[in-house]
């Protein structure tokens, strides 16, 4: 089992910035894909983010290329995004989440999911 909880969430303007922290315990950190993804009001949850085990090689939705930048300490077993130049579209709660597979962009493939924190962006 891998618990993960998120924080850093919140209300900002558009064209400001948040930075999410997701802090793991559990099994192994450095062995899971970690992965950012959102969910706003009536949507399926989408893809944000991940960042394989070593941290070297990150992948992004286009919606986040160019703004947003996931970072992981398997020390301290945190995975972090800077989201810069948030837009009012960016709000949404926002979820961690942990996977051992290879299918990184697709939620179905990660087991562990945080609660959510909520970014509202205001216009």
């Known amino acids: 089992q891998v618990q993960l909880v998120e924080s850093g969430g919140g209300l900002v303007q558009a064209g400001g910035s948040l930075r999410l922290s997701c802090l793991a315990s559990?099994?192994?950190?450095?062995?899971?894909?970690m992965g950012w993804f959102r969910q706003a009001p009536g949507k399926e949850r989408e893809f944000v983010a991940a960042?394989?085990?070593?941290?070297?090689?990150?992948i992004y939705a286009d919606s986040a290329k160019d703004r947003f930048t996931i970072s992981r300490d398997n020390a301290k077993n945190t995975v972090d995004l800077q989201m810069n130049s948030l837009k009012p579209e960016d709000s949404a709660v926002y979820y961690c989440?942990?996977?051992?597979?290879?299918?990184?962009?697709?939620?179905?493939?990660?087991?562990?999911w945080g609660q959510g924190t909520q970014v509202t962006v205001s216009s």
């Open positions: 989440a942990a996977t051992r597979g290879v299918q990184f962009t697709n939620r179905v493939a990660y087991e562990y």
């Open positions: 559990g099994r192994t950190f450095s062995n899971y894909v």
């Open positions: 960042i394989l085990r070593s941290g070297a090689t990150s």
